[in-house]
């Protein structure tokens, strides 16, 4: 019993530490690192949604619920790796991300407001809702690269 305490109380502490605002990195860059790579798994997540939200693959709902789980958890896990240590760390991002700091976080909050829509649309299992919900999320992010993210070249 007291083990199993202790035990729950260790694991909420290492979640605590995996997830929340006080994430751990060894180096501002290993933060950039780790922000790019959860948005780009994320991106190609979405991006097998989108391919049967737009009929470029036949719709299958399990398929699409399964991406959008994941496309759900990574859409949780950059906001740790933008920390004031990185506005220094050469990357896309835009010194505004920085300084308009609130901003950036509505907007961050908005897409993943975005994407809990997506998760019940993929739950419904419905095709119709989930391309309504595929194009509110796409807006979300095209919002932040418009305002917060240097162009690709
Ligand atoms: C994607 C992806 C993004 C967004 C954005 C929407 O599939 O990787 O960054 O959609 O292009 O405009």
């Known amino acids: 019993m007291k083990h199993t305490l202790a035990a729950g109380l260790l694991a909420g502490a290492m979640l605590a530490l995996s997830t929340g605002a006080s994430a751990q990195f ?12 959860a948005l780009s798994v994320m991106g190609t997540h979405f991006g097998r949604v989108g391919a049967m939200a737009n009929g470029r693959v036949p719709f299958d709902a399990k398929v699409a619920q399964d991406n959008i789980a994941v496309v759900e958890t990574m859409s949780k896990l950059p906001w740790a790796g933008f920390g004031a240590e990185t506005e ?3 990357s896309r991002t835009k010194p505004e991300a920085y300084k308009e ?6 907007m961050s909050d908005k897409m993943q407001a975005e994407v809990t829509k ?16 595929f194009g509110g999320v796409g807006a979300s992010c095209k919002a932040c690269h418009d305002a917060y993210q240097v162009p690709a070249r």
């Open 118 to 133: 997506l998760v019940a649309a993929g739950k419904t299992g419905n095709l119709d809702q989930i391309k309504t919900a």
């Open 88 to 90: 220094k760390v050469t």
């Open 26 to 37: 060894q180096t501002p860059e290993a933060a950039v690192k780790y922000r790019q790579s």
């Open 101 to 106: 700091a609130a901003k950036f976080k509505e």
